[in-house]
């Protein structure tokens, strides 16, 4: 099983829907989670970063983390043609030294207007 | 608002020549990474840097690797003699105490 799977899509929607992206994981040593959005041939911006399980929201963005399930989301409100680049979920074990990410292999969305 | 800054944004060169990848990471932010991304695959780990020394590394980052911070404000990657299957994005990071990884824009190797 791969430590980090996500379903690199594509995913098409209309502009104003509303998006679901997931993510899910084996390791359980997994303890910080992140969202990234990464255009085309630049490098990944970061859009959410959380820590314990539970929702975390930001504008049109709310990152969702289950670590029973080994589960975490990212929903985009009212999605809009600008939205449209791959996302990237990424994960880390710990802090101290090194926070070493694993990445999904990442979903590209496409908004329509 | 400060960003990780990555020159050149692409470089070309012949299999067998060493290449120096350049960063300038956001200034107050200690710890510092180098990763990669092949052509329609996950972004990887390649190495992470703290305290002037390697924290870890991965399998990728074998001895024909080495990173540096020369400066104060400086972080390379040098690829000492580089293969085909080193052809990639590569993208410097820093991350603060929190654990927030910010990344550049990448350098694209070509290698021919």
């Known amino acids: 099983q791969k430590e980090v799977e996500q379903d690199p899509g594509p995913l098409s929607v209309p502009e104003g829907a509303i998006v679901s992206l997931n993510c899910t994981y084996s390791n359980s040593a997994f303890q910080y989670f992140m969202w990234y959005r990464q255009y085309s041939r630049k490098g990944p911006e970061l859009l959410m970063y959380t820590y314990s399980s539970g929702n975390k929201e930001d504008g049109r963005f709310t990152a969702q983390v289950d670590k029973s399930s080994k589960y975490i989301s990212l929903f985009i409100r009212d999605s809009q043609p600008s939205d449209s680049a791959t996302y990237l979920c990424a994960m880390s074990r710990s802090g101290g030294s090194n926070y070493k990410l694993t990445f999904g292999k990442g979903t590209l969305l496409t908004v329509n207007p | 608002e400060p960003e990780v800054t990555q020159t050149p944004s692409h470089q070309v060169t012949q299999m067998g020549q060493e290449v120096i990848l350049r960063c300038v990471p956001i200034s107050n932010h200690l710890y510092f990474y180098w990763y990669r991304q092949i052509l329609g695959q996950k972004v990887e780990f390649l190495v992470s840097f703290y305290n002037n020394e390697i924290s870890e590394k991965s399998e990728i980052f074998d001895d024909q690797f080495s990173v540096e911070r020369p400066d104060g404000s400086n972080f390379t990657l040098k690829i000492r003699s580089t293969k085909l299957e080193d052809s990639a994005m590569y993208f410097c990071?820093?991350?603060?105490?929190?654990?927030?990884?910010?990344f550049g824009s990448g350098t694209q190797l070509s290698v021919l």
């Open positions: 990071a820093s991350s603060d105490r929190l654990g927030q990884l910010f």
